[in-house]
């Protein structure tokens, strides 16, 4: 064998020890952002049917639920709100007692601490369920964007610590932007969803937001899984706008967009991964057919590795009590 050339890449996984000593990337608590669904109403505390583990809770037992996000070491969460009354303008997504301005204003008196991150859309909002105002059929662009300007300010008012437009309309970044610095929020960072694809994977987030579209889809406004020079127009676009963190979303079908927007961009990159990834790994795990926490610790650290800074996971709360126990 001696004549032989070649590497023995195996001398450093000889053992844990050897394999810790040179591993490259990490997931730390850190990095995770636990989405919130809030409900209106009292006395709700309800299980997503095609989201194990994961609830929608009324303000009466948010502290409960942020007692455990806390004690769990988690620093950020980000906060969905479903109104009881939508109309065609979702006129509760910008009311200053909206349930998302309740719960930001809760969580900020009583947890200063947690990073609060706003999404701002109109989709749960509106009872036709698109992201914007309907004009002659489809979603139209402009006059979306004020509406979502008033959502962003009075969110902002609230108290939310970060805004994270996800509406995929032209110009949102600019737009939100020029409105929380005329409001004062000049310090309030924007997290763009800046790439975000027409996606089967946001199935079941449809469920727990009620917010399905009642008529066609979003391939009007958001991307085509298919493209990848299209998301670095959008990634590029919202750089220029001033966004902050850029988004890309879903996850896992996507780390190679992720990896195309943390090299050319020097903004924090933020992963979502979505309803539909955590389902099908919840699924496979209620059926024994994976070890989930395996499963879920090689996903986000796969995440990480592609490029990704921080991770928008519903599994947040398993994987914060993971890392602990390491
Ligand atoms: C709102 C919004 C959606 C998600 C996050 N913000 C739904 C959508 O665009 O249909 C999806 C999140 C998930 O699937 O976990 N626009």
Same mark, same amino acid.
């Given at each position: 064998?001696?004549?032989?050339?070649?590497?023995?890449?195996?001398?450093?996984?000889?053992?844990?020890?050897?394999?810790?000593?040179?591993?490259?990337?990490?997931?730390?608590?850190?990095?995770?952002?636990?989405?919130?669904?809030?409900?209106?109403?009292?006395?709700?505390?309800?299980?997503?049917?095609?989201?194990?583990?994961?609830?929608?809770?009324?303000?009466?037992?948010?502290?409960?639920?942020? &007692?455990?996000?806390?004690?769990?070491?988690?620093?950020?969460?980000?906060?969905?709100?479903?109104?009881?009354?939508?109309?065609?303008?979702?006129?509760?997504?910008?009311? &200053?007692?909206?349930?998302?301005? %309740?719960?930001?204003?809760?969580?900020?008196?009583?947890?200063?601490?947690?990073?609060?991150?706003?999404?701002?859309?109109?989709?749960?909002?509106?009872?036709?369920?698109?992201?914007?105002?309907?004009?002659?059929?489809?979603?139209?662009?402009?006059?979306?964007?004020?509406?979502?300007?008033?959502?962003?300010?009075?969110?902002?008012?609230?108290?939310?610590?970060?805004?994270?437009?996800?509406?995929?309309?032209?110009?949102?970044?600019?737009?939100?932007?020029?409105?929380?610095?005329?409001?004062?929020?000049?310090?309030?960072?924007?997290?763009?969803?800046?790439?975000?694809?027409?996606?089967?994977?946001?199935?079941?987030?449809?469920?727990?937001?009620?917010?399905?579209?009642?008529?066609?889809?979003?391939?009007?406004?958001?991307?085509?899984?298919?493209?990848?020079?299209?998301?670095?127009?959008?990634?590029?676009?919202?750089?220029?706008?001033?966004?902050?963190?850029?988004?890309?979303?879903?996850?896992?079908?996507?780390?190679?967009?992720?990896?195309?927007?943390?090299?050319?961009?020097?903004?924090?990159? %933020?992963?979502?991964?979505?309803?539909?990834?955590?389902?099908?790994?919840?699924?496979?795990?209620?059926?024994?057919?994976?070890?989930?926490?395996?499963?879920?610790?090689?996903?986000?650290?796969?995440?990480?590795?592609?490029?990704?800074?921080?991770?928008?996971?519903?599994?947040?709360?398993?994987?914060?009590?993971?890392?602990?126990?390491?």
């Amino acid at each position: 064998m001696s004549q032989l050339e070649f590497s023995r890449h195996r001398r450093l996984r000889t053992s844990a020890s050897l394999r810790s000593l040179v591993r490259e990337n990490f997931l730390r608590l850190e990095d995770l952002i636990y989405p919130l669904f809030i409900l209106e109403g009292e006395n709700k505390r309800e299980e997503v049917r095609s989201m194990p583990g994961v609830f929608r809770v009324s303000m009466d037992n948010l502290k409960t639920e942020m &007692d455990e996000i806390v004690s769990l070491g988690i620093k950020s969460v980000l906060l969905f709100g479903i109104p009881d009354e939508k109309d065609a303008c979702g006129t509760e997504a910008y009311h &200053d007692h909206g349930i998302v301005q %309740v719960a930001t204003r809760y969580i900020k008196e009583h947890y200063p601490e947690m990073i609060v991150v706003a999404d701002t859309c109109l989709c749960e909002y509106t009872d036709h369920g698109h992201c914007g105002l309907i004009e002659n059929g489809d979603v139209d662009n402009d006059s979306s964007l004020e509406l979502l300007v008033k959502t962003a300010v009075s969110q902002a008012e609230a108290g939310a610590d970060i805004i994270a437009p996800s509406n995929m309309m032209d110009g949102f970044v600019a737009a939100i932007r020029a409105g929380l610095d005329e409001a004062g929020f000049e310090n309030i960072p924007v997290m763009s969803y800046a790439v975000k694809y027409a996606s089967a994977f946001y199935g079941p987030f449809r469920d727990a937001a009620d917010s399905t579209p009642q008529f066609g889809d979003r391939k009007t406004y958001q991307m085509d899984p298919a493209n990848r020079l299209e998301a670095m127009r959008e990634a590029e676009s919202d750089v220029k706008e001033g966004a902050d963190f850029l988004i890309v979303k879903p996850g896992m079908p996507y780390l190679d967009i992720v990896r195309d927007v943390k090299n050319n961009y020097n903004l924090p990159v %933020v992963i979502y991964n979505v309803s539909g990834e955590y389902s099908m790994v919840k699924a496979a795990a209620q059926n024994d057919w994976i070890d989930e926490k395996a499963v879920v610790m090689e996903m986000l650290t796969g995440m990480k590795r592609a490029g990704a800074d921080l991770i928008i996971t519903y599994h947040a709360k398993d994987a914060a009590r993971w890392l602990k126990k390491q």
